[in-house]
């Protein structure tokens, strides 16, 4: 199977930022994912924010796990450097990669599964170390490519496309998020670039552990059980030599929220969103004040979206650590190796 690839050449007319790229430049290769997907709206948010920050494309390094989420970064920063991991283990490779070098921006792109369950183990550790990055949560409460069975962040209560009702009690990565230490949490929707855009800006330019959970609407698994033109009736009825599957087109759902505002979302299984935007004069640098405000409407069946919780003063895991201002890739050889003399110097200070 092929692809279309977007053209190289851009029109001499398109506007460039302040080093010199037009936002082509932040652009990737054409989306494999379902027509409407949230996670489509993510990546050009990113984009937006990356060309809005006048950052050199090469300057960032994406990271991610595995997942419909974690596909993305094909889509976005085609000029960057890029790592797929392992599922659930983007934090920790982001975390090696960051202490050998410094000097480059680094984007964690990850879904609620990759995150929530497999890597939750991955994601406590990077938040409460201090890790510098920007760490986006692609979060649609489903395993979209194992076919749509709950994530560990889908509400309790909530029904899956065949009606069985999830049991389990949801895990809330901003709250984790704000508990571990996180210096700059926020959440928002796919839908609502306005909001979305500045949120990215803020965590990639932020000096510490910064995390933004985005509900990402997942289009593919919203037909109901009974109807002749789902896929498991046509699975059932047709006999066939090969799966194929079909997903119909879909229109992106957008929204527009004032601070302060509450907007019922209507997704395309006819269920609704309820998403409270944080009103002017919130106090964003209490992290307690902000875990209690979120508790508080989370009861009422809302979800915050907004920037959470800011330190002005964060400070990242380099400065935890005393490392050296040279990123490592670039020290030498009697820097990483002082020899014997030093070392026994280190292991005496160590008894």
């Given at each position: 199977m092929t692809y279309i690839t977007k053209p190289r050449l851009h029109h001499p007319s398109l506007e460039t930022n302040k080093v010199g790229y037009t936002r082509r430049d932040y652009e990737g290769k054409i989306s494999t994912l379902c027509a409407g997907c949230g996670h489509d709206s993510i990546s050009a948010a990113i984009i937006q924010?990356?060309?809005?920050?006048?950052?050199?494309?090469?300057?960032?390094?994406?990271?991610?796990?595995?997942?419909?989420?974690?596909?993305?970064?094909d889509y976005f920063l085609g000029a960057s450097h890029g790592f797929?991991?392992?599922?659930?283990?983007?934090?920790?490779?982001?975390?090696?990669?960051?202490?050998?070098?410094?000097?480059?921006?680094?984007?964690?792109?990850?879904?609620?599964?990759?995150?929530?369950?497999?890597?939750?183990?991955?994601?406590?550790?990077?938040?409460?170390?201090?890790?510098?990055?920007?760490?986006?949560?692609?979060?649609?409460?489903?395993y979209g490519l194992t076919k749509g069975q709950f994530s560990a962040t889908a509400d309790q209560g909530s029904k899956s496309k065949k009606g069985v009702v999830n049991s389990d009690s949801a895990i809330d990565l901003v709250a984790m998020a704000l508990q571990l230490g996180a210096t700059y949490v926020?959440?928002?929707?796919?839908?609502?670039?306005?909001?979305?855009?500045p949120l990215i800006k803020g965590a990639m330019a932020h000096g510490g552990a910064a995390f933004i959970d985005v509900i990402?609407?997942?289009?593919?698994?919203?037909?109901?059980?009974?109807?002749?033109?789902?896929?498991?009736?046509?699975?059932?009825?047709?006999?066939?030599?090969?799966?194929?599957?079909?997903?119909s087109q879909r229109d992106e759902i957008t929204v527009q929220a004032?601070?302060?505002?509450?907007?019922d979302v209507r997704q395309h299984d006819g269920s609704l969103l309820r998403l409270r935007s944080l009103h002017e004069g919130y106090d964003a640098t209490d992290r307690y004040a902000a875990m209690a405000y979120m508790q508080q409407h989370h009861s009422r069946g809302e979800v915050l979206t907004g920037l959470l919780y800011v330190d002005p003063l964060a400070t990242d895991l380099h400065t935890s650590m005393n490392v050296t201002a040279t990123p490592l890739n670039a020290l030498g050889v009697a820097d990483l190796c002082p020899g014997t003399g030093k070392l026994d110097k280190l292991n005496a200070s160590l008894r």
């Amino acid at each position: 199977m092929t692809y279309i690839t977007k053209p190289r050449l851009h029109h001499p007319s398109l506007e460039t930022n302040k080093v010199g790229y037009t936002r082509r430049d932040y652009e990737g290769k054409i989306s494999t994912l379902c027509a409407g997907c949230g996670h489509d709206s993510i990546s050009a948010a990113i984009i937006q924010a990356c060309w809005e920050l006048d950052v050199q494309p090469h300057r960032i390094a994406k990271l991610s796990g595995i997942g419909c989420s974690s596909k993305t970064p094909d889509y976005f920063l085609g000029a960057s450097h890029g790592f797929n991991t392992v599922h659930g283990r983007m934090p920790s490779v982001l975390t090696g990669a960051n202490l050998a070098n410094r000097d480059l921006l680094y984007l964690g792109v990850s879904g609620d599964g990759d995150s929530a369950s497999i890597g939750l183990g991955q994601f406590a550790h990077a938040m409460r170390r201090g890790v510098r990055m920007a760490y986006i949560v692609e979060n649609n409460g489903v395993y979209g490519l194992t076919k749509g069975q709950f994530s560990a962040t889908a509400d309790q209560g909530s029904k899956s496309k065949k009606g069985v009702v999830n049991s389990d009690s949801a895990i809330d990565l901003v709250a984790m998020a704000l508990q571990l230490g996180a210096t700059y949490v926020g959440r928002g929707f796919s839908g609502n670039k306005e909001q979305l855009v500045p949120l990215i800006k803020g965590a990639m330019a932020h000096g510490g552990a910064a995390f933004i959970d985005v509900i990402s609407p997942c289009v593919a698994f919203n037909n109901h059980p009974g109807s002749t033109k789902s896929y498991d009736y046509i699975r059932e009825h047709n006999e066939s030599v090969s799966r194929i599957d079909f997903i119909s087109q879909r229109d992106e759902i957008t929204v527009q929220a004032a601070p302060g505002e509450v907007v019922d979302v209507r997704q395309h299984d006819g269920s609704l969103l309820r998403l409270r935007s944080l009103h002017e004069g919130y106090d964003a640098t209490d992290r307690y004040a902000a875990m209690a405000y979120m508790q508080q409407h989370h009861s009422r069946g809302e979800v915050l979206t907004g920037l959470l919780y800011v330190d002005p003063l964060a400070t990242d895991l380099h400065t935890s650590m005393n490392v050296t201002a040279t990123p490592l890739n670039a020290l030498g050889v009697a820097d990483l190796c002082p020899g014997t003399g030093k070392l026994d110097k280190l292991n005496a200070s160590l008894r």
